[in-house]
């Protein structure tokens, strides 16, 4: 069983800590520590908080190596896709010649940055940039020839 030993001054800051921080996870593991600080035991902590005894434990050697900034410290994991380095010319590039399919912009990023991602992760990446996706325009089934014409040229002349 691990000992450490608590000052008055370190319990009343665990207190308000475990009561108003604002992120749930620094609450709960500041609680765990006050509770052992009034000396319950760990089974008695870990019924009463809802954590098992492992996570118990890397809490208190959390407190036990860097005391209260310790248990403050959020560290998540969030992955950055390496698709990121190249976000600025990828912007520019869509902006100016804007791709016509996902798999035409999944070539173009293929080529310009020498990373493969499927056409899922490149729509999600186009998302993230800002670019919304183009629907493409049809010609009116039931419309006049005359003016099916008219706007065929219209929209070639465009391109």
Do not use: W
């Amino acid at each position: 069983m691990l000992k450490i030993n608590f000052s008055e001054e370190e319990i009343s800051q665990l207190r308000q800590e475990h009561l108003e921080h604002e992120h749930s996870r620094v609450r709960r593991r500041c609680e765990v520590v006050y509770l052992k600080s009034l000396e319950f035991s760990h089974q008695d902590i870990g019924r009463l908080v809802g954590v098992s005894q492992p996570t118990l434990r890397s809490y208190m050697n959390m407190y036990k190596n860097g005391g209260i900034e310790k248990l403050k410290e959020l560290n998540f994991y969030r992955p950055v896709s390496k698709l990121e380095v190249h976000r600025e010319k990828l912007k520019t590039e869509f902006t100016s010649n804007p791709p016509k399919s996902v798999n035409e912009a999944m070539k173009r990023i293929e080529k310009l940055t020498g990373i493969l991602r499927s056409p899922t992760q490149v729509r999600q990446f186009i998302k993230r940039l800002g670019l919304k996706r183009l629907k493409v325009g049809q010609i009116p089934a039931k419309a006049d020839p005359e003016k099916q014409k008219f706007f065929s040229k219209k929209n070639l002349n465009l391109a």
